[in-house]
């Protein structure tokens, strides 16, 4: 799985090389991780968005909206929570179901 300039998401195949492209942000992503199980991915971009992506299907959703470009996600080892962080140095922790975002406080700089 990877993260590109044109703010799509796309997943590969090892055996060809050939990708399966997930659309959905509207800027350069900057970072994706996957989930153990394999059944969702995270993706944080520069439109300010972190979108969670449901392999099967390869719908994406919104889960965080941060103020200022996101840049890192990390999923939970459990796949219960994404935490991403933006180039403003805010923290974001947001529900992997149901896209329930809390934003933690404390951290001061650029991420």
């Not at 103020?67 to 529900?95: E, M, N, Q, Y």
């Amino acid at each position: 799985m990877s993260g590109c300039y044109d703010g799509n998401v796309r997943i590969w195949n090892l055996r060809d090389g050939t990708a399966r492209i997930l659309p959905g942000h509207r800027d350069r992503v900057q970072h994706v991780a996957v989930a153990r199980d394999g059944r969702f991915a995270a993706s944080a971009s520069d439109d300010r968005t972190v979108l969670r992506w449901d392999l099967a299907s390869g719908r994406g959703r919104v889960i965080a909206t941060h103020g200022a470009p996101a840049w890192r996600v990390a999923i939970s080892p459990d796949g219960s929570t994404v935490a991403s962080c933006d180039h403003d140095g805010k923290i974001f922790l947001s529900g992997a179901a149901d896209g329930t975002s809390r934003e933690l406080s404390g951290h001061e700089g650029q991420g």
